[in-house]
C-alpha cells in the first residue's frame, strides 16, 4: 500500500508501518523502582488528606504512598484494591488533574501535585505482576446476584459480593468483559491488553461466572433475572450515542466517535483501522479527544476538534486538552454544527460561531467551512435499552428502582460519569444487596 | 567579601573550614585536592604509632541513614586509624605543607597510652613542618578495644596524663579531641585543659548502628553475617555535638578555651551557629563525603555573604557570641508568652499542624469548614509542635503577647521575667522566702 497523510478519503495504513507501536505506546510509561520511591517521597501524610477526599472511591491515597516510602508496595495495592478493585485501570485513565492531583495539597505549595496515579499503577502493577489476588471469599451464604453488564461498575459489584460469598453470576453483551475498559479507553491509556489482564486477575477472587454475548432484553429479561436470582444488579452503561440534528448527518464518513474508538482498541494491527486525511471531531468530552487524538496518531493530516462552548465548559480536562494539542489536534471552541456536505460521502462540515446568552446558546450569522472526509460524533451517550417498569430520572436509572433491584455506573444517576464513579457506585450497591440479602453490614 | 581569615591557636588559616581527621585526609593525593577545591586547613588522618600499620575489615565500613529523596542524614563507619605505614605518611605530610604554606595542616595522633609512646610520634611530626597535632580521644570502635581512641576519651585522667606528656614533649599547639560517648563532656573538656591543651575539638563519633538486615538479622553495616557499632556523624548528629560545644563554652572552668567545633557540620549556616557557639572554628567530613570537597566553596560564599550582612569584619566577630544566652531552664523567663499563629495565605491545607496538635499535644488547632486551620488562643501552650510539623517554612510562627495584655489560656496578663528561681510552686523558692 502507498498510501500517505495526504492520501484524500478514509483510507489505512497513511503511516510507516513501525510508526504505530510507537504512536500507541504506554502514554505514560510505568514508574520504576526508584522513581517511584522519589515521587511517594514528596507525599506530606496529610491529616484529611484532600486527595483522599476528592477520590469517588475514598481511597487511602496518603497511607498507600506511605506503603511505596516504606518499600511495602504490595500493602499499598492492598489499600488501593480494597476500595477499587479496579484500582489499576484507574491509575491509567482517570483524570487525576481534576481528582486527587488537583486537591493534593502540593499543588497548592508548588504547582506540582505528587503523581498520585502514577504511584497507583506502581503499586498495582507490582502486585498483578505477581499474579497475586489478595482477597478472599467470605463462607458461602448460597445467595445468588445477576449482575448485567461486565463494565466497571458491574464488574466491582460482582467483586464485592463475591467476596462476601455470594456467587455471581455476570451477564455482558459484548463478546469481551471490560465494558468501556475495554472498548471506550484510549489505546496508548491500557496497552498490552490491560483491561483483560485486569478481568481475569479480578475475577481470581472466585464465585463469578461470566456470561458473554448476552443482551438484556433479547436474551434474557430483568422479569426472569428477578425471579431467578435474589438480586440483580444493572451496570448497562449508556448505549445509545447522541444525533447530531444537523443536516447530512447520514453521509458515509460521519461516525459515532465511541464505535471508532472500540474498533481501534480491538483492532489487531493498527495500521489497518482507515482514517480520514481531514477529520473533525464534533463535542467536548473525553471522548471527543481520544478520536481525535488517535485519528492523528493513525495519520490523519489535519484533525480539528469543534466544541460548542468555551474552553473552561469543555469537559475534557485543560491536561486533555493539552495533551490534544500537543499531538497535533486544533481545538475550536464556541462553534456548533449547521450541516455536513458532500456529494455522495461528507467532504466538509460547516459551522456557526455560537453565543452563550442567558437565554442559552445561541448561533451567530458567521459561519466556516473545515474540510472533512471523517466527521466524528462525539457529543455524549445516553440511556438506551431500559427493561420496561423502571421509571427513568433525569435521563439515568435511579440507584435502588425497586426492592432485589440495583443500578449503578454511568447508567445510573449520581456522579460524574467516570470509571472510578463507576467502581465505587459499583461496590456500594454490592454493599447494600449484601445488608439486603443477609440482614446486616458483617 | 568579608575576611575568613582564622588564627586558631596560632595556626593560620584563610579560612575556618578545615576538614576534620578521616577518610578524606588520609592520603596526600587527596590532601592535596581539597586545599585545592579552597579548605583552609586538614587534620590528617590519624597515625598510629611505627611498625605494621592497623588492618581494616574488607567489607563494607560505613553505614547510613536517609531521609526524602536518600539524602543522606547520617554516616557511620568502622574504620580504624590510617592503614599505611607512618614514614608514607610523614613524607606526604611534609611535601604538602611544603606546597600549601599558607594552609593550616594538623596530624591526629593514636598512640598506646605510654609516654615514650607519645614522645617517639612527637618528634617524628614535628619533622613534617606541620601546624599542630590533634589528639584522638574519640573514635569509638576498633581502636578502644586497643585501650586507645575513646577509651582514653572517657576516663579524664588519662586525658589529662596523656596531654600532659605531649606538651612536654613537644612545642606544637595541641588540640584534644573529645569523644561524645560520656555522660558529661565537660568533665574531659576540663581534664584536657589541666593537661596544658591548648584546645579541645568535638565531637568525635557517637556509637551506633544504622539499621538491622531483617533477612539475616545482622546489624549494618555487616561483615561476613556480623556487625558492631560503628561511630556515627553527619547532619543527625548536629544537635548534639552544638549542646557539647556550647556546655564547654560557658562552663566557666573552660570558659576561653579554645574549641574546634565538629558534627554535621553541612553547610556555611551550621558553620556559623557552631562559631556562635563558641567554636572558633570548625572541622567537616561527612558534607565532603557525600557531595565532595567542593561543597567549602559555599561554605566559604556563605559565611562571607552572612558577615557582610551583620557588619563583622572578622571571625572573631562571630564566635561565641551566642554563648552568653546559653542558660539553664530554670532561667528561662516563665512570663514570656508566645502564641502560635497560622499565616492563611501561605497555608497548603495539609492539615499537619491540626492532628499533631489535636492527637498529641494541647488540641489548640481549630479545623474549620474549606479546610481552614486557626490556632485556639486559650489551648495554644505556644509548644511550636505546629511550626515543627508545618511543610511551609514561616507559615506557621510564634507570636509575642505584649506585656499586661492577659492569656487567654491562663486569665493572666503576661508580667515582667520571673523565672523557675522565683516560682511560688519552687520548694525552694517558697523556702527561700
Same mark, same amino acid.
Given at each position: 500500500m502507498s498510501n500517505s497523510q495526504l492520501t484524500p478519503g478514509i483510507v489505512p495504513a497513511r503511516l510507516p508501518a513501525a510508526t504505530y507501536a510507537d504512536n500507541f505506546a504506554d502514554h505514560e510509561p510505568p514508574f520504576d523502582v526508584h522513581e517511584a520511591r522519589v515521587a511517594a517521597d =514528596?507525599?506530606?501524610?496529610?491529616? *484529611?488528606?484532600p486527595c483522599m477526599t476528592a477520590c469517588p472511591t475514598s481511597i487511602d491515597i496518603p497511607l498507600f504512598i506511605r506503603q511505596i516510602a516504606t518499600g511495602t508496595p504490595d500493602a499499598a495495592a492492598k489499600t488501593i484494591l480494597s476500595q477499587n478493585i479496579l484500582g489499576g485501570m484507574c491509575a491509567r485513565v482517570c483524570p487525576t488533574e481534576t481528582l486527587c492531583e488537583e486537591a493534593c495539597v502540593r499543588e497548592t505549595a508548588?504547582?506540582?501535585?505528587?503523581e498520585i496515579g502514577r504511584l497507583q499503577r506502581y503499586a498495582t502493577d507490582v502486585l498483578m505482576a505477581k499474579g497475586v489476588h489478595p482477597f478472599t471469599r467470605a463462607a458461602a451464604t448460597g445467595k445468588r446476584v445477576a449482575v448485567v453488564g461486565a463494565g466497571p461498575s458491574g464488574l466491582a459489584c460482582a467483586h464485592r459480593l463475591a467476596m462476601k460469598g455470594h456467587d455471581v453470576t455476570v451477564l455482558e =453483551?459484548?463478546?469481551?468483559?471490560?465494558g468501556l475498559n475495554e472498548y471506550g479507553i484510549a489505546t496508548y491509556k491500557a496497552t498490552d491488553d490491560f483491561a483483560q489482564r485486569e478481568v481475569e486477575w479480578l475475577l481470581k477472587i472466585g464465585g463469578i461466572t461470566v456470561k458473554n454475548g448476552v443482551t438484556l432484553?433479547? /436474551?434474557?429479561v430483568l422479569a426472569d433475572l428477578m425471579a431467578d436470582y435474589d438480586a440483580v444488579f444493572l451496570?448497562?452503561?449508556?448505549?445509545g450515542v447522541n444525533a447530531l440534528?444537523?443536516?447530512?448527518?447520514?453521509?458515509?464518513?460521519?461516525?459515532n466517535a465511541v464505535d471508532f474508538i472500540a474498533d481501534l482498541r480491538q483492532?489487531?494491527?493498527?495500521?489497518a483501522v482507515p482514517v480520514g486525511r481531514d477529520v473533525v471531531v464534533i463535542g467536548g468530552g473525553m471522548t471527543a479527544v481520544d478520536a481525535a487524538v488517535q485519528s492523528k496518531l493513525l495519520g490523519a493530516e489535519n484533525v480539528t476538534i469543534v466544541y460548542r462552548r468555551g474552553r473552561d465548559k469543555m469537559s475534557a480536562s485543560g491536561y486533555e486538552q493539552e495533551h490534544a494539542t500537543q499531538t497535533g489536534v486544533r481545538i475550536i471552541y464556541g462553534a456548533a454544527p449547521v450541516r455536513v456536505t458532500g456529494?455522495?460521502?461528507?467532504e466538509a462540515v460547516e459551522f456557526a460561531y455560537t453565543e452563550d446568552t442567558p437565554e442559552g446558546l445561541k448561533l451567530k450569522s458567521e459561519t466556516f467551512t473545515l474540510k472533512a472526509d471523517q466527521v466524528f460524533k462525539a457529543i455524549g451517550q445516553t440511556l438506551a435499552g431500559v427493561p420496561d417498569g423502571i421509571t427513568i430520572a433525569a435521563g439515568k436509572l435511579p440507584r @435502588?428502582?425497586?426492592?432485589?433491584l440495583w443500578c449503578g455506573g454511568?447508567?445510573?444517576?449520581?456522579?460524574? *460519569?467516570?470509571t472510578v464513579t463507576a467502581v465505587a457506585e459499583g461496590r456500594d450497591a454490592a454493599e447494600e444487596i449484601h445488608v439486603a440479602l443477609m440482614g446486616t453490614a458483617g | 567579601m568579608a575576611n575568613l581569615a582564622s588564627n586558631f591557636i596560632g595556626i593560620k588559616s584563610p579560612n575556618p573550614f578545615w576538614l576534620a581527621s578521616a577518610p578524606p585526609t588520609d592520603k596526600e593525593v587527596n590532601v592535596r585536592r581539597a586545599f585545592e577545591a579552597g579548605w583552609g586547613g586538614v587534620v590528617w588522618k590519624t597515625l598510629g604509632s611505627e611498625g605494621p600499620p592497623v588492618v581494616n575489615v574488607n567489607g563494607p565500613r560505613y553505614g547510613a541513614i536517609w531521609g526524602a *529523596? =536518600? =539524602? #543522606?542524614l547520617g554516616l557511620n563507619n568502622i574504620e580504624l586509624i590510617t592503614d599505611r605505614p607512618l614514614e608514607v605518611n610523614l613524607r606526604e605530610i611534609k611535601s604538602v605543607k611544603r606546597d600549601y604554606p599558607d594552609r593550616a595542616l594538623i596530624i591526629s595522633l593514636m598512640v598506646p597510652c605510654d609516654e615514650d609512646s607519645w614522645k617517639d610520634i612527637l618528634s617524628r611530626i614535628e619533622d613534617t613542618g606541620a601546624d599542630g597535632v590533634e589528639l584522638n580521644?574519640?573514635?569509638?570502635?576498633?581502636?578502644a578495644e586497643r585501650g586507645m581512641g575513646s577509651a582514653v576519651g572517657q576516663v579524664p585522667e588519662y586525658i589529662e596524663m596523656v596531654t600532659r606528656w605531649v606538651k612536654k614533649h613537644s612545642r606544637m599547639p595541641c588540640i584534644v579531641k573529645l569523644t561524645p560517648?560520656?555522660?558529661?563532656v565537660r568533665k574531659p573538656a576540663e581534664a584536657a585543659k589541666r593537661g596544658g591543651a591548648d584546645a579541645v575539638s568535638l565531637i568525635n563519633t557517637i556509637n551506633s548502628i544504622?539499621?538491622?538486615?531483617?533477612?539475616?538479622?545482622?546489624?549494618?553495616?555487616?561483615i561476613d553475617g556480623k556487625g558492631t557499632h560503628g561511630g556515627y556523624c553527619g547532619p543527625a548528629v548536629k544537635p548534639i555535638a552544638l549542646n557539647m560545644v556550647a556546655e564547654i563554652a560557658r562552663n566557666p572552668v573552660t570558659a576561653g578555651l579554645p574549641i574546634s567545633g565538629i558534627g554535621g557540620v553541612t553547610t556555611w549556616r551550621d558553620a556559623a551557629e557552631f562559631m556562635a557557639l563558641g567554636a572558633g572554628n570548625v572541622q567537616v567530613c561527612t558534607a565532603a563525603m557525600t557531595y565532595?570537597?567542593?561543597?567549602v566553596q559555599e561554605m566559604i560564599s556563605g559565611l562571607s555573604d552572612y558577615m557582610d550582612r551583620k557588619g563583622f569584619t572578622s571571625t572573631a566577630d562571630l564566635v561565641g557570641r551566642a554563648v552568653p544566652n546559653v542558660? *539553664?531552664?530554670?532561667? #528561662?523567663?516563665? @512570663?514570656y508568652v508566645t502564641k502560635a499563629h497560622i499565616d492563611q495565605d501561605a497555608c497548603?491545607?495539609?492539615?499537619r499542624c491540626y492532628i499533631a496538635c489535636e492527637d498529641t499535644?494541647?488540641?489548640a488547632i481549630e479545623m474549620g469548614p474549606g479546610r481552614t486551620f486557626t490556632v485556639k488562643d486559650e489551648e495554644c501552650?505556644?509548644? @511550636?509542635l505546629c511550626v515543627n510539623v508545618c511543610?511551609?517554612?514561616?507559615c506557621i510562627t510564634m507570636v509575642e503577647m505584649p506585656k499586661?495584655?492577659? /492569656?487567654?489560656?491562663?486569665?493572666?496578663p503576661v508580667g515582667d521575667y520571673a523565672n523557675w528561681t522565683m516560682h511560688p510552686n519552687n520548694p525552694s523558692s517558697q523556702a527561700a522566702e
Amino acid at each position: 500500500m502507498s498510501n500517505s497523510q495526504l492520501t484524500p478519503g478514509i483510507v489505512p495504513a497513511r503511516l510507516p508501518a513501525a510508526t504505530y507501536a510507537d504512536n500507541f505506546a504506554d502514554h505514560e510509561p510505568p514508574f520504576d523502582v526508584h522513581e517511584a520511591r522519589v515521587a511517594a517521597d =514528596r507525599c506530606y501524610f496529610c491529616h *484529611d488528606a484532600p486527595c483522599m477526599t476528592a477520590c469517588p472511591t475514598s481511597i487511602d491515597i496518603p497511607l498507600f504512598i506511605r506503603q511505596i516510602a516504606t518499600g511495602t508496595p504490595d500493602a499499598a495495592a492492598k489499600t488501593i484494591l480494597s476500595q477499587n478493585i479496579l484500582g489499576g485501570m484507574c491509575a491509567r485513565v482517570c483524570p487525576t488533574e481534576t481528582l486527587c492531583e488537583e486537591a493534593c495539597v502540593r499543588e497548592t505549595a508548588e504547582g506540582k501535585p505528587v503523581e498520585i496515579g502514577r504511584l497507583q499503577r506502581y503499586a498495582t502493577d507490582v502486585l498483578m505482576a505477581k499474579g497475586v489476588h489478595p482477597f478472599t471469599r467470605a463462607a458461602a451464604t448460597g445467595k445468588r446476584v445477576a449482575v448485567v453488564g461486565a463494565g466497571p461498575s458491574g464488574l466491582a459489584c460482582a467483586h464485592r459480593l463475591a467476596m462476601k460469598g455470594h456467587d455471581v453470576t455476570v451477564l455482558e =453483551r459484548r463478546p469481551k468483559p471490560g465494558g468501556l475498559n475495554e472498548y471506550g479507553i484510549a489505546t496508548y491509556k491500557a496497552t498490552d491488553d490491560f483491561a483483560q489482564r485486569e478481568v481475569e486477575w479480578l475475577l481470581k477472587i472466585g464465585g463469578i461466572t461470566v456470561k458473554n454475548g448476552v443482551t438484556l432484553g433479547k /436474551d434474557v429479561v430483568l422479569a426472569d433475572l428477578m425471579a431467578d436470582y435474589d438480586a440483580v444488579f444493572l451496570g448497562i452503561g449508556l448505549a445509545g450515542v447522541n444525533a447530531l440534528r444537523a443536516a447530512g448527518e447520514d453521509l458515509p464518513g460521519v461516525q459515532n466517535a465511541v464505535d471508532f474508538i472500540a474498533d481501534l482498541r480491538q483492532a489487531e494491527d493498527r495500521a489497518a483501522v482507515p482514517v480520514g486525511r481531514d477529520v473533525v471531531v464534533i463535542g467536548g468530552g473525553m471522548t471527543a479527544v481520544d478520536a481525535a487524538v488517535q485519528s492523528k496518531l493513525l495519520g490523519a493530516e489535519n484533525v480539528t476538534i469543534v466544541y460548542r462552548r468555551g474552553r473552561d465548559k469543555m469537559s475534557a480536562s485543560g491536561y486533555e486538552q493539552e495533551h490534544a494539542t500537543q499531538t497535533g489536534v486544533r481545538i475550536i471552541y464556541g462553534a456548533a454544527p449547521v450541516r455536513v456536505t458532500g456529494t455522495g460521502k461528507a467532504e466538509a462540515v460547516e459551522f456557526a460561531y455560537t453565543e452563550d446568552t442567558p437565554e442559552g446558546l445561541k448561533l451567530k450569522s458567521e459561519t466556516f467551512t473545515l474540510k472533512a472526509d471523517q466527521v466524528f460524533k462525539a457529543i455524549g451517550q445516553t440511556l438506551a435499552g431500559v427493561p420496561d417498569g423502571i421509571t427513568i430520572a433525569a435521563g439515568k436509572l435511579p440507584r @435502588n428502582p425497586a426492592p432485589k433491584l440495583w443500578c449503578g455506573g454511568d447508567c445510573a444517576l449520581g456522579g460524574e *460519569d467516570l470509571t472510578v464513579t463507576a467502581v465505587a457506585e459499583g461496590r456500594d450497591a454490592a454493599e447494600e444487596i449484601h445488608v439486603a440479602l443477609m440482614g446486616t453490614a458483617g | 567579601m568579608a575576611n575568613l581569615a582564622s588564627n586558631f591557636i596560632g595556626i593560620k588559616s584563610p579560612n575556618p573550614f578545615w576538614l576534620a581527621s578521616a577518610p578524606p585526609t588520609d592520603k596526600e593525593v587527596n590532601v592535596r585536592r581539597a586545599f585545592e577545591a579552597g579548605w583552609g586547613g586538614v587534620v590528617w588522618k590519624t597515625l598510629g604509632s611505627e611498625g605494621p600499620p592497623v588492618v581494616n575489615v574488607n567489607g563494607p565500613r560505613y553505614g547510613a541513614i536517609w531521609g526524602a *529523596d =536518600r =539524602r #543522606l542524614l547520617g554516616l557511620n563507619n568502622i574504620e580504624l586509624i590510617t592503614d599505611r605505614p607512618l614514614e608514607v605518611n610523614l613524607r606526604e605530610i611534609k611535601s604538602v605543607k611544603r606546597d600549601y604554606p599558607d594552609r593550616a595542616l594538623i596530624i591526629s595522633l593514636m598512640v598506646p597510652c605510654d609516654e615514650d609512646s607519645w614522645k617517639d610520634i612527637l618528634s617524628r611530626i614535628e619533622d613534617t613542618g606541620a601546624d599542630g597535632v590533634e589528639l584522638n580521644f574519640g573514635c569509638p570502635h576498633g581502636m578502644a578495644e586497643r585501650g586507645m581512641g575513646s577509651a582514653v576519651g572517657q576516663v579524664p585522667e588519662y586525658i589529662e596524663m596523656v596531654t600532659r606528656w605531649v606538651k612536654k614533649h613537644s612545642r606544637m599547639p595541641c588540640i584534644v579531641k573529645l569523644t561524645p560517648n560520656i555522660t558529661d563532656v565537660r568533665k574531659p573538656a576540663e581534664a584536657a585543659k589541666r593537661g596544658g591543651a591548648d584546645a579541645v575539638s568535638l565531637i568525635n563519633t557517637i556509637n551506633s548502628i544504622t539499621s538491622v538486615d531483617l533477612d539475616d538479622f545482622a546489624p549494618e553495616p555487616t561483615i561476613d553475617g556480623k556487625g558492631t557499632h560503628g561511630g556515627y556523624c553527619g547532619p543527625a548528629v548536629k544537635p548534639i555535638a552544638l549542646n557539647m560545644v556550647a556546655e564547654i563554652a560557658r562552663n566557666p572552668v573552660t570558659a576561653g578555651l579554645p574549641i574546634s567545633g565538629i558534627g554535621g557540620v553541612t553547610t556555611w549556616r551550621d558553620a556559623a551557629e557552631f562559631m556562635a557557639l563558641g567554636a572558633g572554628n570548625v572541622q567537616v567530613c561527612t558534607a565532603a563525603m557525600t557531595y565532595g570537597f567542593k561543597v567549602v566553596q559555599e561554605m566559604i560564599s556563605g559565611l562571607s555573604d552572612y558577615m557582610d550582612r551583620k557588619g563583622f569584619t572578622s571571625t572573631a566577630d562571630l564566635v561565641g557570641r551566642a554563648v552568653p544566652n546559653v542558660t *539553664d531552664w530554670q532561667f #528561662l523567663n516563665l @512570663n514570656y508568652v508566645t502564641k502560635a499563629h497560622i499565616d492563611q495565605d501561605a497555608c497548603i491545607k495539609c492539615g499537619r499542624c491540626y492532628i499533631a496538635c489535636e492527637d498529641t499535644s494541647h488540641q489548640a488547632i481549630e479545623m474549620g469548614p474549606g479546610r481552614t486551620f486557626t490556632v485556639k488562643d486559650e489551648e495554644c501552650v505556644a509548644c @511550636n509542635l505546629c511550626v515543627n510539623v508545618c511543610p511551609v517554612e514561616n507559615c506557621i510562627t510564634m507570636v509575642e503577647m505584649p506585656k499586661g495584655k492577659v /492569656d487567654p489560656r491562663t486569665g493572666v496578663p503576661v508580667g515582667d521575667y520571673a523565672n523557675w528561681t522565683m516560682h511560688p510552686n519552687n520548694p525552694s523558692s517558697q523556702a527561700a522566702e
